[in-house]
């Protein structure tokens, strides 16, 4: 860490300890503690209602979907509600907020969902001129439609998010899209780990935005990777996730990050694994060890 990220983060962190802690957080811990079903998906390929069956035995209360696996909503809330679960968010591809709002938004009424968050902006259009004005625009148009309807929108970040942008005069296209958004139509799920992964600081984003944050996802890295802008997006994430360890057995510091995230408000939050080598170890590991956390 260099002088000025030290300097930034001590700020932040000084910032946000100001802060009091919500009246709804349970006090010194995470609770309900969730996990973002893409980490299971291999598994819900094969048997949806065994896999969520296994998710809540294991101890969780809240799922993230990464999509229905050709099931209803309908269907779907029968399974959750089966199993004690409930479903506060949803992750949705591009195209859908593009073309199927709609049916999207009916979709998560259905489910119980309080957010509709898009996690990827291709990257033919990330790296196109007009690439990501374009997606703010879709975004604030799309979170303004959900808000009326009760649903809230968010995007949910990767690494690259927090390099700079030629597009954008060397402006971080994390900070434009927060910029060029309407606080009220777009919020955001931080990945803590890929932010991480790009050196840059949760908590500084946290006390400069604070409100703007609902959700976050939880997953840890046994050691940095060497991060090369030049990389293929793709390419750079499965080097990556070689690293991706349980909650807990890696180098992120969540005694300091969570707390953080709840006195700015964030109320959920998503264990997630992009590349489990045992998909149910890795998320019963990352359950006890956030099930014991106190801070």
Known sequence: MNRRTFIESSIATATLASLPMPAFADEHRINPIGVQLYTVRDLMKQDVPGTIAKVAAVGYKEVEFAGYYNLSAKELR??????????????????????????????????????????WIDEAQRKSPDGYKRAAELFDKAGETSRKAGIQFGYHNHYWEFLPDANLGGKLPYDYLLGATNPENVKMELDLCWITVAGKDPLAYFSKYPGRFVAVHVKDLSKLPNLDPTKENHAMITDTAMNFTPIGGGVIHWNVLLPAAQKVGVKHFFVENDEPKDAIANITASFDYLNKLRF
Do not use: M, R
């Open 78 to 119: 029968a399974i959750i509600d089966k199993n004690g679960l409930s479903a506060p968010s949803c992750h949705v591809g591009y195209d859908v907020v593009q073309n199927k709002w709609a049916q999207a938004i009916e979709d998560a009424h259905t489910l119980g969902h309080k957010f509709i968050i898009c996690p």
